[in-house]
């Protein structure tokens, strides 16, 4: 038998490097027989105490009448739930109920910002403060996990978009917000989870521009985030234009140009050059409402119109 060193690979013979495939690999993904590591959801899922409740479904309102809006009742017997505590406990602890249920999923996890969640908390009348340092649970979330480097993180959101995939409905999409420090980080992740084909957006967040050349010298001006947007599925993912919520009202870019009808509605004139259309110049044709929101603006990958940002 011959030994290591002089087995010969080639055609026959092939390196098991030679037959890897493109992906992520970070110290943790596989065990040390190779094996890669399994999230361990039943050792996460815990009972979630109910501590208070905001709002009741109907069937409940004929039970104890008057101690329930009957406004605010949910037609059914769900009721939403804002829930504090680690979010993979929580998403272990959910799977029972929800997994393949979700229908969309928003996450912004942490950037390693490096920020410091220390804070005074006022007593009494106020006037005195008491300093309030980071509980054990607010450090494991607020510290960006990058205290043990680039391969905790990694396993970290590994873990809990594994939980996030498995609650995801065949119509569900995800939306991970990060910035440039963990966006190709992050993207390499996704693709290996939910699948190339799946990816359906990088959408850019042009916000206010953070910084200028003075405060910091040696890069450009900060100006946007990222959303990476996938699905779980290639097809049947909902996506809707008439929507008002993906759609850019007129207003937000022709307000200077907007004028009022007989009526009060106020629209803008979409003047139309060089053009060869007979009704062209009838004012029914060149006038778009803005409170339509069926004429809006379709959304781009490019997102301007919420330019505000709130560091956090």
């Known amino acids: 038998m011959a030994s290591n060193s002089s087995q010969r690979f080639g055609p026959d013979n092939p390196h098991p490097l030679s037959t890897l495939k493109t992906e992520l690999v970070w110290e943790g993904k596989y065990d040390e027989y190779g ?57 272990a602890s959910l799977l029972r109920d929800f997994k393949g249920k979700i229908d969309l999923i928003y996450i912004d996890p942490p950037f390693d910002v490096g920020a410091d969640f220390t ?9 005195e403060t008491i300093g309030k340092d980071q509980s054990t649970l607010e450090m494991v979330a607020y510290r960006d996990m990058w205290g043990k480097g680039t391969d905790s993180y990694l396993h970290m959101m590994y873990e809990r978009l594994v939980l996030m995939r498995d609650l995801l409905s065949g119509i569900g999409s995800i939306y991970v917000h990060c910035d440039w420090r963990v966006v190709h980080y992050l993207k ?20 206010q521009v953070l910084g200028t050349p003075r405060t910091n010298p040696s890069r450009f001006a900060k100006s946007h985030e990222s959303i990476l947007w996938y699905s779980k599925s290639p097809s049947g993912f909902i996506l809707n234009y008439k929507d008002p919520a993906v759609r850019v009202p007129w207003s937000d870019f022709t307000k200077n140009s907007m004028k009022q009808d007989e009526e009060g509605k106020w629209y803008y004139e979409r003047r139309r050059t060089g053009t060869n259309n007979p009704w062209a110049h009838d004012p029914r044709f ?24 709130q560091p956090i």
């Open 35 to 91: 094996r890669r590591r399994e999230v361990d959801i039943a050792g996460s899922a815990m009972p979630l105490q109910r501590i208070e409740t905001v709002d009741e479904p109907a069937s409940r309102l004929g039970q104890q009448p008057g101690l329930f809006d009957a406004v605010k009742a949910h037609p059914d017997d769900f009721r939403n739930r804002l829930i504090w505590g680690d979010n993979k406990l929580v998403m």
């Open 119 to 127: 804070m005074n908390v006022p007593i009494g009348d106020e006037s």
């Open 188 to 207: 390499l992740l996704l693709d290996e989870m939910f699948g190339i084909s799946n990816f359906r957006n990088e959408i850019i967040w042009h916000h």
């Open 286 to 309: 060149l006038r778009t409402y803005v409170d339509d929101p069926d004429t809006g603006k379709t959304a781009s990958d490019v997102w301007s119109d919420l330019p505000s940002y």
